[in-house]
Each structure stands twice: as C-alpha cells, then as structure tokens.
C-alpha cells in the first residue's frame, strides 16, 4: 500500500517561514510528477505548485517568488519551502504525487492526509 506523509506544518507569523516535506512509502516502480495544493477554511482546494519528473515547476501566481517547491527522488520526498507567509497563505496543505506501482501499471495519483499551516501573529 502507498502512503503519502506531510510533516513540517505548524503556526508561523506573518512574514516567517516554513518547510514542508512529503514522503512516499510502500511498494512502488517510479514515481512520476509530484504537487502541492492546499484548501483553506470554506474554499476549494488549490493548486500551490508541481513539479513534473523532468524538474520543470509550475507555480499558482499567488505563491510565485515566495514559495519554492523541490524533490529528492531518491528519498521519494517533496518539499515545498514558503517564504514571506500572510495570514490567507493559512490552509490545509497536501502533498501528491504520480505513482506507478508496477511497472505494466497505470499512474495513479496519491494524496496525503494534509498538513495546517497557519499564519498569524
């Protein structure tokens, strides 16, 4: 079985920073793409940012010069490094990636439970 877990959420002031991380594990053949999105209190899920297997990124412009996604493909983790936080950056974040678990399987996409981060003075 598969497993995301996001870990490095917490309470942070405005203007501080934060590191969040996000680790596969269990029985898999690659992993592929690999995202963070977030859901604040009584909105949608969002996109944050991805980054596709051949390192390229992509960032919601809300997050652009402040947030920083990366990964460690021999660790099967994926970082996401927030800079110059605001109070609306405050939400659920959720980490998820691409996954073949077999190498004739189809990609699936995993998602972690989620991890808050809060941004208040």
């Known amino acids: 079985q598969v497993q995301l877990v996001e870990s490095g959420g917490g309470l942070v002031q405005p203007g501080g920073s934060l590191r969040l991380s996000c680790t596969a594990s269990?029985?898999?053949?690659?992993?592929?793409?690999m995202g963070w999105y977030r859901q604040a209190p009584g909105k949608e899920r969002e996109l944050v940012a991805t980054?596709?297997?051949?390192?390229?990124?992509n960032y919601s412009d809300s997050m652009k010069g402040r947030f920083t996604i990366s990964r460690d493909n021999a660790k099967k983790t994926v970082y996401l490094q927030m800079n110059s936080l605001k109070p609306e950056d405050t939400a659920v974040y959720y980490c998820?990636?691409?996954?073949?678990?077999?190498?004739?399987?189809?990609?699936?996409?995993?998602w972690g439970k989620g991890t808050l981060v809060t941004v208040s003075s």
């Open positions: 980054m596709p297997s051949d390192g390229s990124t």
């Open positions: 269990g029985s898999m053949f690659s992993i592929g793409g």
């Open positions: 998820t990636m691409g996954i073949r678990r077999y190498e004739m399987s189809s990609w699936v996409s995993y």
